[in-house]
């Protein structure tokens, strides 16, 4: 079983829709909690992180962590075509060292 | 974009034959790590650094090395291509020891046949 779990998608949603994505991992030492962006043939780009529990709004933009039940989503109002892209979570504990990412979710935002 | 560069940015090779992966960056970060991403499977950690010739293994580390003589390089080597190591290889640095911030160059697709 991955450390990390991410639906793969496709997503498919009309503009101006809320995206909503999420993940769950096992491993309860995480303590960061990231999103990233990636387009099509491009590096990953960061979009929001968050520490420990709690929300984060930014913009559009909101993410959530819940570690009791050891889940994150993040949300996008009012979605853009712009918005059509791979989203990413990520983790990682307190102490240096790896990052551990879920699969990637496929976002498509159609006009 | 954090300075990163990569190169080649596209390879085709053949089996059998050694490859090596060059990142480079400009901002004298300590922390450097190579990932290859796979469709289902995401981003996976091969190797990383935390400083000149200080290296580790990730997840996926079997049929590859690294080098880091220079802040600024990191280098993945493919000892004898094979199939299964066609992927897209991203590098990526890490500002800090703390913090949660990575920065990926453009990545190098890479084709083994």
């Known amino acids: 079983q991955k450390e990390v779990e991410q639906d793969p998608g496709p997503l498919s949603v009309p503009e101006g829709a809320i995206v909503s994505l999420n993940c769950t991992y096992s491993n309860s030492a995480f303590q960061y909690f990231m999103w990233y962006r990636q387009y099509s043939r491009k590096g990953p780009e960061l979009l929001m992180y968050?520490?420990?529990?709690g929300n984060k709004e930014d913009g559009r933009f909101t993410a959530q962590v819940d570690k009791s039940s050891k889940y994150i989503s993040l949300f996008i109002r009012d979605s853009q075509p712009s918005d059509s892209a791979t989203y990413l979570c990520?983790?990682?504990?307190?102490?240096?060292?790896?990052?551990?990412f879920g699969a990637g979710t496929q976002v498509v935002v159609t006009p | 974009d954090a300075g990163i560069t990569q190169s080649p940015r596209h390879k085709v090779t053949e089996t059998g034959t050694p490859v090596t992966l060059r990142c480079h960056q400009t901002?004298?970060?300590?922390?450097m790590y190579w990932y290859r991403q796979d469709p289902g499977h995401g981003l996976r950690l091969i190797h990383y650094s935390y400083g000149v010739k200080d290296t580790d293994k990730g997840e996926v580390s079997d049929g590859y090395s690294v080098s880091r003589s220079k802040t600024e390089d990191f280098l993945l080597t493919l000892e004898s291509a094979t199939s299964s190591q066609t992927s897209v290889y991203f590098c990526a640095i890490t500002p800090g020891q703390s913090s949660y911030e990575q920065y990926f160059g453009p990545g190098t697709r890479l084709t083994v046949t």
């Open positions: 901002e004298n970060h300590r922390y």
């Open positions: 990520a983790m990682r504990g307190d102490s240096w060292g790896k990052f551990q």
């Open positions: 968050t520490y420990s529990s």
